[in-house]
């Protein structure tokens, strides 16, 4: 079946009680055992629950996925990731990489012992094979990345990856299984924030992990039930809800983002936009060919400084000042005070004239036009000058 009808049908069966044709939200801790160690398939709802059952079926299946595990948190999924390597253990992960990510590896588990090096996504894609050694147990992409929409080849890292028996890790969330699918190219584990496109709707916290080796899975399973970073039924079923309207969304992200992305590209307030859409992108040719179309997520620097940045920010109405992305409404932030503000004193703080975009499904005339009254506030004392 194509990815619409899997994304409303996978594991969300009509109630076999009731005929309910929405999966219902199995609000429950416990479950009555017939006898000892005999039960209908749950017996405590850290281990297992139905409406969390339905949506790991799902994702996975729009992953191309034969294992899939939801989690409360994207932070949860990397933190149940993590217990994949041991202290000493050493994990090579692109430098341009959520500020989150970045902050768990260096601040949590560096001092545990782990060894990190951050590469560049030019590295990761044509020479990341110079940098693993036997150490190496874990590579970490992602592709397209936070905040600066590089784009990494899934291919070659992976094949890098496993030159040396690490696995590779690509974290999914800007692309969505919509527009890529990681194993597909080689990867061994896909994640995921289920926050952003995939509940869609910014009402739900919520991460996930899926993989094909049975190995990889049935140490997720393991871990997934004795660290217990399990999301909740309502939150299983808000976010296979908005897993029913995700191509529906993607394809009018997409296509906003593509039109938000030339206007701002030929702006003269405007320094550098970054979209892989954009045939100006080094990488567009490699985007093309990895993902199906670009995506709802861009950034842009301001031709000024941090100040006309901020000034942008506090300018526009229908743009949201927020930190998350990939709902149904545009927000736009400050990645180096904001969601960035732990890569700060890195090796490779974001520019601090950086924007970044997350571009909703409004009217994309209603959202160009509130950037460039936004913009026309930086440019006007430029000019006057």
């Known amino acids: 079946?194509?990815?619409?009808?899997r994304a409303i049908h996978d594991g969300q069966e009509p109630d076999p009680t009731t005929g309910a044709v929405i999966v219902p939200i199995y609000q429950t801790s416990t479950y009555i055992q017939e006898e000892v160690g005999r039960h209908k398939g749950y017996d405590y709802s850290r281990s297992g629950n139905p409406t969390r059952t339905a949506l790991e079926t799902c994702l996975a299946s729009l992953e191309n996925a034969g294992f899939g595990f939801a989690f409360a948190s994207g932070m949860a999924a990397t933190t149940t990731l993590m217990h994949l390597v041991s202290p000493g253990d050493r994990v090579v992960s692109v430098n341009?990489?959520?500020?989150?990510t970045y902050r768990l590896f260096s601040k949590v588990y560096e001092p545990k012992g782990y060894v990190f090096d951050f590469r560049s996504t030019e590295e990761m894609s044509t020479r990341l094979g110079e940098a693993l050694d036997e150490r190496t147990r874990l590579v970490w992409v992602e592709s397209p990345t936070n905040p600066l929409l590089n784009v990494v080849d899934i291919r070659a890292a992976a094949e890098a990856a496993h030159s040396v028996g690490a696995i590779c890790v690509v974290d999914n969330?800007?692309?969505t299984p919509y527009l890529q699918r990681p194993l597909d190219l080689g990867a061994d584990v896909v994640i995921h924030s289920t926050t952003k496109y995939l509940g869609g709707h910014s009402d739900v916290?919520?991460?996930?992990?899926a993989t094909n080796d049975p190995t990889i899975?049935?140490?997720l399973a393991f871990l997934q039930k004795s660290l217990g970073g399990i999301p909740g039924p309502f939150d299983s079923w808000l976010v296979l809800r908005g897993l029913k309207t995700?191509?529906?969304?993607?394809?009018?992200?997409?296509?906003?983002?593509?039109r938000i992305a030339e206007f701002l590209e030929a702006h003269p307030a405007v320094e550098r936009v970054r979209y892989p859409g954009l045939v100006s992108h080094p990488a567009h040719?490699?985007?093309?060919?990895?993902?199906?179309?670009?995506?709802?997520?861009?950034?842009f620097e301001v031709a000024g400084s941090q100040q006309d940045a901020l000034e942008v920010l506090r300018s526009t109405s229908v743009w949201q000042l927020g930190e998350s992305l990939g709902g149904v409404e545009s927000l736009i932030e400050h990645p180096g005070l904001m969601t960035h503000a732990s890569t700060a004193e890195s090796p490779f703080p974001v520019p601090d004239n950086l924007i970044r975009l997350s571009v909703g499904i409004e009217s994309a005339d209603d959202l160009i036009a509130d950037l460039e009254q936004a913009l026309t506030r930086v440019a006007e004392p430029s000019r006057s000058g």
């Open 246 to 258: 995700l191509s529906v969304r993607m394809r009018e992200h997409c296509a906003n983002a593509r």
């Open 1 to 5: 079946m194509d990815f619409e009808t």
């Open 217 to 219: 899975a049935d140490r």
């Open 285 to 299: 040719d490699l985007a093309a060919a990895q993902m199906d179309d670009f995506g709802g997520m861009m950034s």
């Open 96 to 100: 341009d990489v959520y500020g989150g």
């Open 173 to 175: 969330t800007f692309a």
């Open 205 to 209: 916290v919520g991460g996930f992990a």
